[in-house]
């Protein structure tokens, strides 16, 4: 049976790329502007998700609204200048993008991270043209658990939930794609806690294993 799947979703961080270590240095050259220590790599994983402001609250846990504020914009401006200095695509992404598209596949982006610095980390590691759009949390209203962002994305592109899936690492990712009504698959190899993906109907271990499902084996018709 062919399937019916022509769209596909993907989270950005922790399932397209590994952007852990220069969310890290972000971090930190943000902390030590308000003389604090700096913290690891496994620390800053457990910050991220909910889109930069949330991460500077969590990093700056004592900090008022102000410092929140300046905390923000010094974060921000670091990340866009080292938005790819050590991030790369995890092992198979870019192959496995490819084939998607060469058999027909659509795919977007729908990330958590400002549209700005989406787009100019994809850009930089080569993998931007690949998409047919690509969203961030500034991009529209509501952004991930909220369904609202995926849905967004199927109406601009023609397709109805059963013709779409949500690929993530996160719970963010599974709620969204849940609540939207789309079969969602987790990425065990990301930054969310497995717990986090309980609510996903397929985990895989790796990106290329995508290649492996039967919802993804066919080459779909050229669509009119």
């Given amino acids: 049976m062919m399937s019916t799947i022509k769209l596909i979703i993907f989270d950005l961080d922790g399932t397209l790329i590994d952007s852990l270590d220069d969310l890290t240095q972000a971090v930190n050259n943000m902390r030590s502007a308000f003389g604090l220590d700096p913290i690891d790599r496994n620390a800053v994983r457990g910050m ?44 198979g992404v870019r192959e496995t993008l490819e084939l998607l598209s060469s058999r027909g596949f659509t795919s977007v982006v729908v990330s958590n991270k400002n549209q700005l610095l989406c787009r100019k980390v994809l850009e930089q590691l080569h993998l931007d043209g690949i998409f047919k759009g690509i969203y961030g949390a500034d991009s529209l209203p509501a952004r991930k658990p909220s369904p609202e962002p995926l849905r967004h994305v199927m109406r601009v592109c023609g397709y109805s939930a059963d013709e779409t899936i949500m690929v993530g690492d996160s719970i963010n990712d599974v709620a969204a794609g849940v609540a939207a009504g789309v079969l969602t698959i987790g990425c065990n190899y990301g930054y969310g806690e497995p717990t986090e993906l309980d609510g996903a109907a397929i985990r895989i271990r790796e990106f290329a294993e995508l290649l492996a499902l039967p919802l993804f084996a066919a080459e779909l018709p050229v669509r009119d």
């Fill in 48 to 91: 991220v998700g909910q889109g930069a402001r949330n991460l500077v609250e969590r990093a700056l846990p004592k900090a008022g609204q102000a410092e929140v504020e300046q905390g923000l914009s010094l974060f921000l401006a670091y990340n866009e200048e080292h938005v790819a200095d050590r991030t790369v695509p995890y092992p």
